[in-house]
């Protein structure tokens, strides 16, 4: 009973960090698509000048609660207050994660669907870490050692950026945990609309990428999508974007997009 209680109490400010993560971004889509559909408290929030991104409190947050964090030491009351001001905080920073990468308001466009990726996944993980999953578990009967880890690191890192540039948000993302997809996706084709193939590819290696794009989104994209859209919110529609379904006239004629 006694380790139970040692146990709760070191993972208090944990949970504490996970339920607030959790519930601002539930409440931050809320307000966000009560917003956008012109209802709500605060669906005159935006009328034009400067419009202060939930982002910016989401930064002084969780720098205040990290300042906390380390000025405590793990004492309480001063564990918890600052473990939920860090949750909330990363939350608001995380809900905007496609616009700080893209350096544009894309919060309602399919590429704005990234932030809601890296929240599933910070909430996957902080759960494990929760659940009392650790991955740095000295107990295994393998050890790399620090050379194998600085060897591999920067190839794992140089993989994810390259995944970023190629427009694999997702793929980036995973990769990060799980390596592997990180290295499949920086060999792989770039997406159609990415950096890496508006700069690199030929027209022809680009229509090529084009249509590995709509044929990999057609078979594996629309769950994916739907899911999205069910928590983030229907995006704006591209319809340049190879996501979405090629539209066909009488004839069965493909529609320019």
Known sequence: MELLDD??????PLFLLFASFVVTFIVT?????LIRAGKGPFRNNVSGGIHVHHM????ALTIVGAFISVGVNGVEPGAAISAVMIGIGASLVLDEFALILRLQDVYWSREGQLSVQVVALTVAALGMVLLGFNPFNAETDVEFGPIVFAV??????????????????????VGVFIPIFAWTGAIRLARPKSPWARR?????????????ARRFDKRWGRRGLTIGDWIAGKPTEDPADPALPEKRDGTGEALPR
């Open 7 to 12: 146990l709760t109490h070191q993972r208090l």
């Open 56 to 59: 910016v409190p989401g930064l």
């Open 29 to 33: 889509r809320v307000i966000t698509r």
């Open 152 to 173: 591999t690191a920067p190839v794992n890192i140089a993989a994810a950026i390259v995944c970023v540039i190629k427009g694999k948000y997702s793929t980036a993302v």
């Open 200 to 212: 690199r590819y030929s027209p022809e290696k680009l229509e090529k990428a084009t249509a590995r």
